[in-house]
T-cell receptor
Framework: DQQVKQNSPSLSVQEGRISILNCDYTNSMFDYFLWYKKYPAEGPTFLISISSIKDKNEDGRFTVFLNKSAKHLSLHIVPSQPGDSAVYFCAASAAEYGNKLVFGAGTILRVKS | DSGVTQTPKHLITATGQRVTLRCSPRSGDLSVYWYQQSLDQGLQFLIQYYNGEERAKGNILERFSAQQFPDLHSELNLSSLELGDSALYFC???????????FGPGTRLLVL
């Protein structure tokens, strides 16, 4: 079963505009959420995380929002740059399950210059 | 560069064979995780070790096994290989139980 879902397989954004990537989860035990970026032939690179006790976390151009009641999180990238073009994975973990990450299927982001 | 190293980068082998994938975690990290990324399954957790001991298991096949050595490097052993085992295998490490995981570049396994 897919406990973490990224329903948009791809997203295309103009350089300088905002990119919004979405992620939904079904398991209410998840209490820690992360976003990773992945380029072809490389491993996932950690971007930003958020604990379930927060609803927002910001790091430079990246902001993650968490809506626990809706079991939804989103990653905002402002402004988007061509170098941001990659596959973005949402991941979640629960204290009860140790630190194993459950990943979404990924969203391909293309930033056009 | 995440600081996590994996060898080999590519591996081509035949069905029925056995291979060993190696991972060196970031300096100071005690936890090592193995993930498999296949085309139809996405990134799937296989197994976690913490300071030499197995901590958590995912949907890891019985043909697969892993261990973490006293120097904290880890090996993933895949035996009786099948075509469906062709995938990218990633290792990740973290400092502690609920710390951020940092991923290595992966080993691409092709079983012919």
């Amino acid at each position: 079963d897919q406990q973490v879902k990224q329903n948009s397989p791809s997203l295309s954004v103009q350089e300088g505009r905002i990119s919004i990537l979405n992620c939904d989860y079904t398991n209410s035990m998840f209490d820690y959420f992360l976003w990773y970026k992945k380029y072809p032939a490389e491993g996932p690179t950690f971007l930003i995380s958020i604990s379930s006790i927060k609803d927002k976390n910001e790091d430079g151009r990246f902001t993650v929002f968490l809506n626990k009641s809706a079991k939804h999180l989103s990653l905002h990238i402002v402004p988007s740059q061509p170098g941001d073009s990659a596959v973005y994975f949402c991941a979640a973990s629960a204290a009860e399950y140790g630190n194993k990450l459950v990943f979404g299927a990924g969203t391909i982001l293309r930033v056009k210059s | 560069d995440s600081g996590v190293t994996q060898t080999p980068k590519h591996l081509i082998t035949a069905t029925g064979q056995r291979v060993t994938l190696r991972c060196s975690p970031r300096s100071g990290d005690l936890s090592v995780y193995w993930y498999q990324q296949s085309l139809d399954q996405g990134l799937q957790f296989l197994i976690q070790y913490y300071n030499g001991e197995e901590r958590a298991k995912g949907n890891i096949l019985e043909r697969f096994s892993a261990q973490q050595f006293p120097d904290l490097h880890s090996e993933l052993n895949l035996s009786s290989l099948e075509l469906g085992d062709s995938a990218l295998y990633f290792c990740a490490s973290s400092a502690g139980a609920r710390e951020t995981q940092y991923f290595g570049p992966g080993t691409r396994l092709l079983v012919l």
